[in-house]
C-alpha cells in the first residue's frame, strides 16, 4: 500500500521502516535542534496567498480549571480557513468546536496562540471582528422570545446598518428559503426547530462576508437541510462569502470545500472530503473519522482498554498518523521540552516527532490598514447601533404590560406602606397606674375641688389632689391608664407584658410637694420622697421607652402650667429652668417619619434601578442575546446608554409617583428648591441603574445577582444615615459610610426637604458630587467588565 507524507507524495517503506542504529541522548537532542532550525520555523506565505484567506488560527491553547489539573480545551491547534470556502468543522461534543468558534468571533481568549479574522486579530482596527462583516450564529437560540420574527429580522438588519425597506425584502426571501411561518409569529410560540432556523435568518439577513454557523441543522427535516447546504453552496460560489459550519452530521459536509476533523482539542486532518476518503480508503467521513481517532488513541501514552477491540478490527493506513502518533513508555525515557507531547522516543530508541510538527505552519497574514477619519476614531456610539438598541429595549419593556404596571406600582405600594407604617406615635401603651393618694378611685378626683385659695397678703395657697390633674393631663398623650391597688400587682402585670411602665404616686403626694415648694429650706427627706411620682419602664424597645419618658415629662409640664395659670403666678415658675423654644429647622414634635422619609426615598428609587437594569442585562446575558450583539459589532457603551435610556423613562414615572404620594398624600416636610429635589432624585436612580450594570457584568446567574443586590441593600441601609445617624456609629463605620453611594445624597435631600437649603450649601452639592462619581465609577467599571471580561 503506498504511502504519503504531510503533502501527499509517496514515501518509500524503506525511509519509514529503515532501523537506526542506537543512539544516546546527546545525538537525540542534536537531532531535535536540527529538525526544530529546518522544519519548524514558521514559513512566510506570499502576499497573494494572503489575500486568500478568511481566518487563520495558529498554535490555539485553550484551557479551564487550576494549573495543576487543567481542562485543556485547545492543544496546540492550527487552523486556515481560504476566502470563498465552505469550512466544515466537525467533532464530537465537548472537542472544542464551539469553543474554539467563540476565539475566532472574539467571545473568548486563547491562553497562547493566535488568531486573525478578515484583515487582522479579533477586535483590532484591521479585523471584520467584531462588526457587519461577520454573521455569527451561537449554538444557543439567542433569540427575543416576544419579538415576532419580523421584529428580530428588523433588529439584526438595523445594526448592520441596513435600511428597513432591504430588511423587508430580506425578510421575505428567508422565510422562503428556510420554511417559516408567518412573520408576525412571536418567537417564543415557535418550535425548537423554528428557532433554530430564525437563529441561522438573523446571521444571513445582512449577507455577511464570513459566516460562523454553530450547528444550524440540528433538528431540521434532510430535505430543508439539504435546501440550506445548497444555498450555502450558492453564496460562497462567487468567492465573496465564507461559511465556518458545524454539524453533528458528518456526511452531509461532503459539500464543503475543507472539513477540520477535531478531536481531544486538536485537528486530526484538515482537507478535502474527496482527499480524506480517497487518502485513507474509506467509503465515507465517518469511516476517516473512526480510523483517525483509533490512531489518535493509539498514540496515547495510556491507551484507553474499552478501545482495544476497536483497534484489533479498523483497517488501518500503512502511514503516520497527521495526529500525534506517540508510543507508549519508552525504554530509555521521555525527552520533554519545547516539542512538548508531540515528541517521544519508541520503543528501540527511535525518536519520533509527529507529522503535525513537521508541516510547516505559515505565519499569520498582516493586519489590514484602516484609514479612519477623527470623527470616527472619537465617536464612541453609532446611530443606526443605538437605534435599534432603545427600539428593542423598548419594546421589549413596554410590550408585557403586566410587568411594566408592576415595576411602576412597585415603589408606589413601597412608599404607602412606609408612611402608613414608621414613624408614627405610639398610642394605647397600657399604663399600669398605683395611686396611694386616692386610693386609686377617680371619685375623690372632683375637679371642683382642684381650686387655689390664695391670701393676698401672704400669698399662701393649696392644692388639692394634683395627681390627679396630671393623670388627666397624661390621657391627653397616652389614653390606656390601667389602675392597680397595690405596687407590686402593677410591677407584676409589667412583667408579665401587661403594662410598658409603672406610675407610683404617693399617699400625700400633694401635701408633700406643697411643703416642697412653699418652704424648700426646712423640707426633709421624707417629704421629699414623698413629692416624688415614681416610674418604672419596660426598657427593652428605646424608641417607645424615650416617647414614654417625653410624654411623662410634657404632661407633668402642662400640669405645672395649667396650675400656675389657675392660681395667677408667673407662666414658667414651676418648670424647668431650661425652656425650649420652637426648632430651627424641623417640627417641635418630632416625627421619625420626616427623618427617614428622604433615605427611603432614594433607596427605593436605587434599588429598583439596580433590579431592573440588573435583571434586563442579565436576561439577555444568559439567553446569549448579548454575546450576539457585541459580536454584530455593538459596543458595551451603546448597550449601556439604550439601556438608561429606556430605563430613565421608567425611573422618571416612578420617581414623581414615589413624591406625589410622599409630599401629597401623606405631607411629608418638602421645604426646599423642587427641582434641584427631582434632579437629586434621578440622578440617584441613574447611579442604581449603572451599579445594576456592574451587578450583571460581575455575575453570572440570576441567584448570584440576587444574592450581590441583597447583600449591599442592609449595608446602605444601615450606614447611610437612613435609619440612624452617622455620627452615631463607630468611628470606622462612619468613614466607611461617608463613601457609600447614599449617605451624602440622602443628607442632601434631607437637607433641602427639612431645611429648606438650595444647591449653594456644601451639604447639599456634596450629595449631588457624590453621587455623580458613584456613577462615573459604576459605568466606567460596567464598559471595561463588558469590554475585557471574557473566558
Keep these: 500500500m503506498p504511502a504519503y507524507d504531510n503533502e501527499g507524495a509517496t514515501i518509500s517503506m524503506e525511509d519509514v521502516r529503515t532501523p537506526d542504529p542506537p543512539i544516546t541522548i546527546s545525538t537525540i537532542e542534536e537531532e531535535l535542534t536540527a529538525r526544530r532550525n529546518r522544519m519548524l520555523k514558521p514559513q512566510k506565505s506570499t502576499v497573494s496567498s494572503r489575500k486568500q484567506q478568511a481566518v487563520c488560527v495558529r498554535r490555539a491553547h485553550k484551557k479551564y480549571g487550576p494549573s495543576k489539573n487543567p481542562n485543556i480545551i485547545l492543544d496546540g491547534l492550527n487552523m486556515t480557513v481560504p476566502k470563498g470556502a465552505i469550512y466544515g468543522l466537525l467533532g464530537a461534543s465537548g472537542c472544542g468546536k464551539t469553543t474554539l468558534l467563540s476565539c475566532i468571533v472574539g467571545r473568548r481568549r486563547l491562553n497562547s496562540g493566535e488568531i486573525w479574522v478578515l484583515g487582522g486579530r479579533p477586535g483590532g482596527p484591521g479585523s471584520g471582528v467584531p462588526g457587519p462583516r461577520i454573521g455569527y450564529m ?3 437560540i439567542a433569540l427575543f422570545g416576544e419579538f415576532s420574527i419580523r421584529e428580530t429580522m428588523i433588529y439584526f438588519g438595523w445594526i448592520a446598518g441596513m435600511e428597513t425597506k432591504d430588511v423587508e425584502m430580506r425578510i421575505d426571501f428567508l422565510i422562503a428559503l428556510l420554511q417559516l411561518p408567518n412573520a408576525s409569529r412571536p418567537v417564543k410560540n415557535l418550535s425548537g426547530g423554528q428557532q433554530r432556523r430564525v437563529s441561522l435568518a438573523a446571521a444571513l439577513i445582512h449577507d455577511p462576508e464570513l459566516l460562523i454557523l454553530d450547528e444550524p441543522t440540528v433538528g431540521v427535516d434532510p430535505v430543508l437541510r439539504q435546501s440550506i ?18 454539524t453533528h452530521y458528518i456526511d452531509e459536509t461532503k459539500q464543503a470545500n475543507i472539513i477540520g476533523l477535531m478531536r481531544g482539542g486538536r485537528f486530526l486532518a484538515e482537507e478535502s472530503p474527496s482527499e480524506l476518503i480517497r487518502r485513507y480508503q474509506a467509503e465515507s467521513l ?7 481517532s483509533v490512531l489518535q488513541n493509539m498514540g496515547k501514552r495510556r491507551r484507553s482498554s474499552i478501545l482495544a477491540d476497536v483497534i484489533d478490527k479498523v483497517e488501518l493506513p500503512a502511514i503516520p498518523n497527521p495526529a500525534a502518533i506517540d508510543l507508549e513508555e519508552a525504554e530509555i ?9 508531540n515528541v517521544s522516543m519508541s520503543s528501540k530508541g527511535r525518536v519520533v516527532v509527529t507529522p503535525e510538527l513537521l508541516a510547516p505552519v505559515e505565519a499569520l497574514p498582516p493586519e489590514e490598514e484602516v484609514h479612519r477619519n477623527c470623527i470616527e476614531r472619537i465617536k464612541p456610539m453609532k446611530w443606526h447601533h443605538m437605534k435599534a438598541l432603545i427600539w428593542k429595549n423598548a419594546l421589549s419593556l413596554f410590550r408585557n404590560f403586566g410587568v411594566l404596571a408592576f415595576i411602576i406600582g412597585l415603589p408606589v405600594m413601597q412608599m404607602i406602606l412606609f408612611c402608613i407604617a414608621i414613624g408614627h406615635y405610639p398610642v394605647g401603651l397600657p399604663l399600669a397606674v398605683v395611686n396611694y393618694e386616692t386610693n386609686n378611685s377617680m371619685a375623690l378626683c372632683d375637679y371642683d375641688k382642684n381650686y387655689c385659695p390664695q391670701d393676698k397678703e401672704t400669698y399662701e395657697w393649696n392644692l388639692t389632689y394634683f395627681s390627679c390633674q396630671y393623670l388627666d393631663h397624661l390621657k391627653l398623650r397616652q389614653d390606656n391608664l390601667v389602675y392597680f391597688p397595690t405596687a407590686e400587682e402593677a410591677k407584676l402585670a409589667a412583667r408579665k407584658g401587661k403594662a410598658r411602665a409603672v406610675l407610683i404616686i404617693p399617699s400625700n403626694f400633694t401635701i408633700s410637694l406643697q411643703d416642697r415648694m412653699t418652704d424648700p429650706r426646712h423640707t426633709d427627706n421624707y417629704t421629699i420622697d414623698s413629692s416624688v411620682i415614681t416610674v418604672h419602664v419596660d426598657d427593652t424597645d428605646k424608641q417607645v421607652e424615650w416617647m414614654l419618658t417625653r410624654d411623662l415629662m410634657t404632661a407633668l409640664a402642662n400640669t405645672t402650667e395649667h396650675l400656675t395659670r389657675i392660681c395667677d403666678l408667673p407662666l414658667r415658675m414651676m418648670t424647668l429652668p431650661v425652656n425650649f423654644h420652637d426648632p430651627i429647622y424641623g417640627m417641635k414634635e418630632p416625627d421619625f417619619t420626616d427623618f427617614a422619609g428622604p433615605g427611603v426615598i432614594l433607596t427605593i428609587i436605587f434599588f429598583l434601578a439596580v433590579a431592573l437594569t440588573s435583571g434586563a442585562m442579565l436576561a439577555e446575558r444568559n439567553e446569549g442575546i448579548l454575546e450576539r450583539s457585541l459580536v454584530s459589532g455593538i459596543t458595551g457603551t451603546e448597550i449601556l446608554f439604550s439601556h438608561v435610556v429606556v430605563q430613565m423613562f421608567v425611573m422618571t414615572v416612578q420617581s414623581l409617583m414615589v413624591m406625589l404620594i410622599g409630599f401629597v398624600f401623606f405631607e411629608l416636610s418638602h421645604k426646599g428648591p423642587l427641582g434641584w429635589v427631582i434632579v437629586l432624585i434621578l440622578i440617584t436612580g441613574l447611579c442604581g441603574m449603572t451599579f445594576g450594570f456592574v451587578v ?3 455575575c453570572d446567574t440570576d441567584r448570584t445577582a440576587t444574592y450581590m443586590a441583597l447583600g449591599s441593600f442592609l449595608p446602605m441601609v444601615l450606614l447611610c ?6 455620627e452615631g456609629m463607630h468611628i470606622v463605620l462612619q468613614w466607611i459610610s461617608y463613601v457609600l453611594p447614599l449617605t451624602k445624597s440622602t443628607e442632601s435631600l434631607r437637607s433641602m426637604l427639612q431645611r429648606g437649603w438650595t444647591i449653594s450649601m456644601p451639604t447639599v452639592y456634596s450629595g449631588f458630587i457624590s453621587t455623580s462619581i458613584w456613577i462615573a465609577i459604576y459605568l466606567t467599571t460596567s464598559i471595561l467588565l463588558l469590554k475585557f471580561k471574557k473566558g
Design 696 to 698: 450583571s457584568c460581575v
Design 229 to 246: 447546504w445548497d444555498h450555502l453552496v450558492e453564496i460562497t460560489a462567487g468567492g465573496r462569502t465564507t461559511v465556518i459550519i458545524t
Design 333 to 341: 525515557g521521555e525527552i520533554s521540552g519545547e516539542f512538548g507531547d
Design 138 to 140: 451561537p449554538q444557543e
Design 286 to 292: 465517518e469511516d476517516v473519522f473512526l480510523k483517525l
Design 721 to 726: 444615615g437612613i435609619i440612624w445617624p452617622v
